[in-house]
């Protein structure tokens, strides 16, 4: 099975754009992930914030490898707005674009006699190819979401594939009252004598479908009668698990959020009114480099209304637009 290690304690930091160094620079400055160089000039509202390109740095050991053989990934979570990622002096990926996940195959570059350098170059220096442009907020620069190291069997749920789960789910109700569950999984490694189990669990933990798959030929539909379908006011959502297995032995396993899809109830004639609002995901001293438990702690403030469940927030100041729908 996979084992996630985060990576978020050990950086050096440099504010200046040294290049890459081929030895742990002791004499950096200390940094925990989530990072920005941004807190303090990027909530200022001068908008002259730094834009740069700087350098992060840390030391890992190769981690055993489970079962035997397998892969080892890195996983960058956010980086603002480019980074370069290197590995023992050699770069092992780049990415344009600061919100979304992105990994690097670093299993050829790792040393098993000493430990590896993991270097990171961020910039959010203005650059044509990455958007957007311009807007109304500040473009932060730095890990400002966190790295984990990801180490899976040869045959496992694809990590390349578009910084996904390797697990895709389109939820559709039927009039039945039921819902059919679309579901696909991407594994990469993985030959003829593997499968994909598929587990379908409602909010109280309870299996309410399941199926099974060839590996190769993983698309599945699968029927949950009597759907509790989601609304405002009875925000209910289901989790779905795969299993990648070779002789009932399992590999690999990834599940999808309970916040990651839900059922919309129809009600004819019901009007609701949607007000646009936000909490903007800084803090003052942290600007964007906000971990877990301070969003949690976000969610909590007065004035702010949030669901724990579906992740949806809103700060009840002032709404930036209101329309109405009928559900």
């Known amino acids: 099975m996979r084992q996630v290690i985060n990576l978020n304690q050990g950086w050096k930091f440099k504010k200046q754009n040294v290049g890459l160094v081929e030895r742990y620079p002791k004499d950096w400055q200390d940094v925990t992930l989530p990072h920005t160089w941004n807190a303090v000039d990027g909530m200022d509202g001068k908008g002259d914030y730094d834009r740069g390109s700087y350098w992060y740095v840390r030391e890992f050991e190769t ?28 770069k092992v990926a780049c990415h344009e674009g600061g919100y979304s996940i992105f990994r690097a195959d670093v299993t050829e570059h790792l040393n098993n006699n000493h430990k590896n350098l993991l270097v990171i170059n961020c910039s959010n220096e203005y650059k044509e190819s990455v958007y957007p442009q311009s807007a109304d907020f500040t473009f932060y620069g730095g890990l400002y979401r966190g790295v984990n ?3 899976v069997p040869d045959a496992h749920f694809d990590l390349d594939y578009y910084g996904g789960s390797g697990l895709m789910v389109t939820p559709k109700p039927c ?8 579901i696909k999984a991407y594994a990469a490694g993985a030959d003829e ?6 587990s379908i669990e409602d909010m109280q933990g309870k299996e ?3 199926g099974c798959r060839p590996a190769d030929d993983s698309a599945i539909v699968l029927h949950v009668p009597e759907a509790e379908l989601w609304d405002i006011n009875h925000p209910y959502l289901y989790t779905v698990t795969a ?22 109830r129809s009600r004819t004639g019901i009007y609701y009114q949607w007000q646009g609002n936000a909490v903007a995901g800084r803090k003052p001293s942290s600007g964007s480099a906000l971990s877990g438990k301070c969003a949690d702690q976000r969610r909590s403030l007065p004035g702010c209304k949030a669901d724990q469940r579906t992740g949806c927030e809103y700060d009840s100041a002032g709404p930036l637009s209101t329309c109405t729908g009928i559900l």
Do not use: M
């Not at 981690?63 to 050699?90: D, F, T």
């Not at 009039?175 to 679309?182: K, R, S």
């Open 208 to 210: 309410v479908a399941y």
């Open 149 to 151: 190291l990801i180490c």
């Open 175 to 182: 009039g039945c009252g039921g819902a059919d569950f679309h």
């Open 193 to 198: 004598n593997f499968t994909v189990l598929y």
């Open 243 to 264: 299993i990648l297995q070779r002789r009932n032995e399992s590999y690999d396993q990834v599940s999808v959020s309970r916040r990651a899809f839900f059922f919309l």
């Open 63 to 90: 981690p055993k490898q489970p079962l035997g053989k397998g892969r080892a990934y890195v996983e960058i979570l956010a980086a603002g707005q480019q980074a370069s990622v290197y590995i023992n002096g050699e």
